[in-house]
């Protein structure tokens, strides 16, 4: 405080002695008073700050300020995860259950209401701004690979032949593309159809998407915990009592670490023999000795459908009704896209 009246004072006594030339003596006594005034002013602030921290310390508990203090530095130590912009599509199986519409065409070009299977996923893949999708072919593939072209907007497609399509599973289909994919990605199979704004969710690592099982489901299922864990992978949809199960919907989201986890796991599945068999086994097995985790991201609220035989492409056509835009969308890719 010293500095600061001196400095004062000598401001004061310049003043008026180039002004007035006037003694300066009762400038003195003005300085003090205003140093004084200035001293209380911010002791009084001071006193009402302490007073409201110690009254908010009162009125709020003191777990809830932990909780705060623990929420900021788990931000700081897991930031946001980066959006994933690629993809992986599974689209090298003979749709022999989808006989005879898929008798000379793949299943992945099969209309739903004028729009191709494989359009519309397209069409989402866009719409949620991915910059890239790998395409596993097999069955046909040079349809596909005419149907698609090399872009799709500022999409770039690539592909990978599956030459033994028809002694493998999707097992073998995502193995092939370890040496392709190095970065994050999002999988999914070529036999769905749903709303676009269902991938919202999707597009960060490590998520698997579910629905409530209805009656036409069949296959994988999983278990989940109250913090949307997935707990377990199950291999039918039968519910026992207090049990809780959700279908997978086919599409997973994965970190790079986590990909290179599994990578390792497929290489032992694949050197072993077991080429006929499906992805979920490697995700059950590094699930149940947990160094793979999932968050499950529900799927039940907009339509999707897998469609397998000619009664999913019935009901898909129900839940998919054709709009103004959709054909549009058709024509786009139809001619504009190869």
Not at 69 to 80: A, G, K
Not at 116 to 134: A, H, P
Not at 168 to 179: E, G, H, P, V
Not at 204 to 231: E, S
Request: charged share 20%.
């Amino acid at each position: 405080m010293v500095p600061l009246y001196q400095g004062l004072c000598l401001f004061i006594s310049v003043k008026h002695d180039q002004f007035s030339r006037q003694p300066i003596i009762g400038t003195f006594h003005q300085a003090d008073k205003f140093i004084s005034f200035i001293g209380i002013w911010a002791s009084s602030l001071v006193k009402r700050f302490i007073t409201a921290l110690l009254h908010l310390w009162d009125v709020v508990p003191l777990n809830f300020l932990l909780k705060i203090s623990r929420m900021e530095m788990t931000l700081e130590e897991n930031p946001s995860p980066k959006r994933i912009t690629t993809a992986l599509l599974l689209a090298a199986g003979t749709g022999s259950r989808l006989l005879p519409l898929t008798h000379n065409s793949p299943k992945c070009l099969t209309l739903v209401n004028e729009i191709s299977i494989l359009g519309r996923l397209v069409e989402n893949l866009r719409l949620q701004s991915f910059k890239r999708l790998v395409v596993v072919t097999g069955y046909l593939n040079a349809a596909i690979e005419d149907f698609l072209g090399t872009t799709y907007h500022d999409m770039i497609i690539e592909y990978v032949h599956s030459p033994f399509y028809k002694t493998t599973n999707n097992i073998y289909s995502l193995w092939i593309a370890r040496n392709i994919i190095k970065e994050p990605f999002l999988l999914l199979e070529s036999d769905l159809v749903f709303d676009h704004s269902l991938l919202s969710e999707m597009i960060y690592p490590d998520r698997l998407a579910v629905a409530g099982i209805r009656d036409w489901m069949n296959g994988t299922t999983v278990t989940i915990d109250v913090d949307q864990k997935v707990m377990e992978f199950k291999n039918d949809t039968t519910v026992f009592q207090n049990e809780t199960k959700y279908k997978t919907v086919n599409i997973y989201s994965f970190s790079l670490d986590s990909w290179k986890t599994i990578s390792k796991r497929l290489d032992l599945h694949i050197n072993d023999g077991k080429v006929n068999g499906y992805y979920e086994t490697v995700f059950s097995e590094l699930v149940n000795e947990g160094i793979l985790s999932f968050q499950a991201v529900s799927f039940d609220k907009k339509a999707w459908y897998e469609i397998d035989t000619v009664g999913d492409l019935t009901e898909a056509v129900k839940l998919f009704p054709i709009v103004s835009t959709e054909k549009a969308l058709t024509k786009t890719l139809a001619y504009e896209i190869a």
